[in-house]
């Protein structure tokens, strides 16, 4: 576990939130500054013990969408400018979502959004659909290879959709059932609206010394 | 962008400062009133249900030449839940996405949620609510998912093009028939699943509490459409008072009277241009946010009175 991944989502989450804002307003053409930037960026990657070439790997998912309009706004002004600002801004800040994720788990940044002010109710959602995903994914998929080793992929096309459909229909019925049950079990057990947390964080003073200095480093990086 | 085309999720970087702080400074308050509208003991059925959208856009639909097309879900859970949770759920689904699945930005995100979480549910609640008994009830299921793909399409466009990204007359009609294509794809999946939600059980959809009017149904229908179709071919031209003063030869006559504090999206102080685009962005984000939280609360305190 690298050192990052011992400091509170909080401090992670503003540092992290700083340096998209530096890479959001970086204007097209300021080579300079993105360059700036990445070094940032990687600097903590490194300190993170991340992984460089995973992470790079990973941030280029986020790749198709500025590409795409990247290469319209090429062809449409014919200036490449704005193009190489557009892919290097969105693949920037991917790189540090990646960097985020990789050092904190998703139940401690619900719960650093949850103290920087978002709706009970929301977070709750958020804890709630984390934890039934990978099962309800996993339901739906059994269904489809179930209808398919029933009655194949030849039949008429209206038949299809009528038996996709209604199969995404009894899906929702299963997990309209299954959250209720979830209920039912939460208030069996005193459910108080909120789930409880195995490791409660408290802000130390090495937390807000990560935000001022990575806070630091972007603005200084985007500061020319 | 999403691998599910018509589902635009607008990644970081790509939307101008001024337009991400703004639908980020107008989404928050609009999400803490659907969430205040939202009884907390339902966060578990709202979580599963999300689950279920994300299984939902696993499972295929064959659309003729070879493709396929899938449930993107904003309509459907709008007439099952209501447009204030499923607000929240399609809220939580975005926040899941852009973390965890690298598909949106987070400073993007507000611009997710607005395109999504609100304008593509009340674009479905809308026409929903008029048409949703009777014999105009597939009409109705179909109109809904229909113009709630159409519209969060539309509006992520918009907001693409307001960012200064550009696109030519050519470009606007290939991503409107793709969304087109789409939002029928979206149209027809959701009329076959409410069909089959209606004979397992008619009590898991939302009953609108108006009286069903097929006239006002058609006309909310319309205009979410015009509004849709209209602004995202209107986008693709340059502002209309500008080009009309352009072909006037107005420009050298132009007299400015009044001078705006952030005119052209600039803070007007000492600095380089980051600095004044910048704190411009900051500011409006302040003070949008001011103003919604304001508005906010003389509704409450108007409601409690």
Redesign the interface.
């Known amino acids: 576990m690298g050192p990052l991944a011992r400091r509170d989502a909080r401090a992670k989450l503003a540092a ?2 700083v340096f ?2 530096c ?5 097209a053409g ?1 080579y300079q ?1 993105m360059a700036a930037l990445a070094v940032v960026a990687i600097v903590w990657i490194a300190i993170a013990r991340a992984g460089l070439f995973r992470s790079l790997f ?2 280029s ?2 790749l ?3 590409l ?2 990247g290469l ?2 090429w062809w ?2 014919a200036d490449p400018t ?1 193009a190489v ?10 790189l540090v ?2 960097l ?2 990789s050092t904190t788990t ?1 139940a401690d ?1 619900f719960r650093g ?1 949850q103290s920087f002010g978002a ?4 977070v ?10 990978q ?3 996993d ?3 059994r269904m ?1 290879r179930a209808s398919i080793s029933r009655s194949g992929n030849a039949s008429r ?1 209206h038949s ?3 038996r ?10 299963k ?2 059932g ?3 049950n ?2 039912r079990a ?1 208030l069996a057990r005193g459910f108080q ?1 909120t789930f409880i947390a195995l490791r409660p964080h408290a802000l130390e003073w090495r937390d807000f010394a990560l935000t001022a200095v990575a806070a630091a480093m972007s603005v200084g990086a ?2 020319r | ?3 599910r085309i018509g589902s635009v ?7 101008s ?1 001024p337009v ?1 702080a703004a639908l980020d400074a107008a989404a928050i308050p609009a ?2 009133l659907a ?2 509208r ?15 959208v ?3 856009q ?5 659309a ?1 030449l070879g493709t396929s097309g899938h ?1 993107l879900g904003g309509a ?1 859970l709008a007439m ?1 839940l209501g447009p204030g949770a499923a607000t ?2 399609l ?3 975005l ?2 996405q ?5 598909d949106g ?3 993007a995100l507000g611009a997710n949620v607005f395109n999504m979480a609100l304008i593509g549910v009340w674009a479905a609640w809308i026409p929903y609510r008029f048409l949703a008994q009777g014999k105009w009830k597939n009409f109705g299921y179909f109109a809904a998912a229909f113009l709630s793909v159409l519209a969060s399409a539309a509006a992520a466009m918009i907001e ?1 093009r307001v960012s ?5 007359g050519a ?1 606007v009609s290939i991503s409107a028939a793709v969304f087109v294509t789409t939002a029928i794809i979206e149209g ?2 959701t ?7 209606e004979k ?2 008619p009590g ?1 959809l939302q009953t609108p509490d108006t009286r069903p009017s097929r006239a006002m149904g058609l006309l909310a229908g319309a205009a979410v459409l015009l509004m849709a179709v209209g602004v995202l071919f209107i986008s693709g031209a340059p502002d209309g008072l500008e080009s009309l003063v352009a072909q006037l030869g107005l420009e050298s006559r132009e007299v400015v009277h009044f001078q705006a504090p952030m005119a052209e999206y600039e803070a007007r102080i000492a600095g ?4 004044r ?2 704190l411009a ?1 900051l500011a409006g984000l302040g003070m949008i946010y001011i103003l919604c939280a304001g508005v906010g609360r003389l509704l409450v305190r108007h409601r409690s009175a």
């Open positions: 992290a939130l998209l804002v890479v959001g307003t970086t204007p300021n500054r990973k941030a998912a986020i198709p969408f500025p795409s309009f319209i706004s449409v002004s704005l600002a557009l892919v290097v801004r969105s693949y920037l800040s991917a979502v990646v985020l994720m998703l940044i959004l709706p009970a109710v929301l709750l959602v958020l804890q709630s659909l984390t934890r039934y995903l099962v309800v994914v339901q739906g998929l489809r096309r299809l959709w009528q996709a459909g209604g199969a995404l229909a009894v899906l929702f019925g997990s309209y299954r959250a209720e979830v209920h939460m609206g985007a500061w | 962008m999403s691998g999720h607008i990644a970081d970087g790509i939307l400062a991400w999400i803490g969430a205040r939202t009884r907390v003991e339902h966060a578990p059925l709202l979580g599963v249900m999300g689950a279920f994300f299984a939902a696993r499972m295929n639909f064959p003729g449930l459907l099952t929240i759920v809220t939580a689904i926040v899941l852009t973390l965890v699945f690298q930005g987070i400073l693409v200064g990204v550009a696109l030519n470009v027809l999946i009329v076959a699943v409410m069909q089959t939600i397992m059980n898991w380089g241009d980051w600095s685009k910048a962005g």
